[in-house]
């Protein structure tokens, strides 16, 4: 999914596939186009690191925010 992004130097993607949490391919993808948009809406052409995290962030959701209702 970022064959067409321009990547920084400091990206590296290494990173999200050695987290812990087990994201499907439909997931990766759409933390690539956060990333995307996520520069896009600052007025950048280079897609940061931070950017990838708060795509990641934004689709990754984590197990504890369940509600109390459910304990």
Request: glycine share 2%; aromatic share 10%.
């Amino acid at each position: 999914c970022t064959a067409k992004m321009n990547l920084s130097d400091e990206v590296d993607l290494e990173d999200y596939v050695s987290r812990p949490d087990k994201i499907s391919a439909a997931e990766i993808a759409a933390i690539c186009q956060e990333a995307g948009m996520h520069a896009v809406r600052k007025n950048r052409y280079v897609i940061l690191p931070k950017d990838f995290e708060k795509g990641y962030r934004t689709n990754v959701k984590k197990p504890d925010t369940d509600f109390d209702f459910y304990k």
